[in-house]
Nanobody
Framework: QSQLVESGGGLVQPGGSLRLSCAAS????????IGWFRQAPGKEREGVSC????????NYVDSVKGRFTISRDNAKNTVYLEMNNLKPEDTAVYYC???????????????????????WGQGTQVTVSS
């Protein structure tokens, strides 16, 4: 079964760090653009970060710039989201999603939750609280 699986969430104090992983199984991740998303209770899902299939371009929502870093290790079929200086407002369920774009479109970095991604993970809870 082809799927994305997130891991690495947990409870952390404000100012702490977590590294989320998005691992692909059943398919090769290196042709997929990946986005990270989050959804807090009572709020809409929002795009947090994205990385193109080659890893050569990334983007972030303004609220996490300078604190979060997205990266990918195609040899391990995994994309990461390093989160530092976490704040209570970062508390949410975090999801990754992937889409295999046509070659002509592989420069696109997508973090629009309304986009039709090929795969979504099941989510991992991140709670930032003292």
């Amino acid at each position: 079964q082809s799927q994305l699986v997130e891991s690495g969430g947990g409870l952390v104090q404000p100012g702490g760090s977590l590294r989320l992983s998005c691992a692909a199984s059943g398919f090769t991740l290196n042709e997929y653009a990946i986005g990270w998303f989050r959804q807090a209770p009572g709020k809409e899902r929002e795009g947090v970060s994205c990385i193109i299939s080659s890893g050569g371009y990334t983007n972030y929502v303004d609220s996490v710039k300078g604190r979060f870093t997205i990266s990918r290790d195609n040899a391990k079929n995994t994309v990461y989201l390093e989160m530092n200086n976490l704040k209570p407002e970062d508390t949410a369920v975090y999801y990754c999603a992937g889409v295999r774009l046509a070659t002509i479109a592989r420069h696109l970095c997508l973090m629009d939750p309304s986009f039709e991604y090929d795969y979504w993970g099941q989510g991992t809870q991140v709670t930032v609280s003292s």
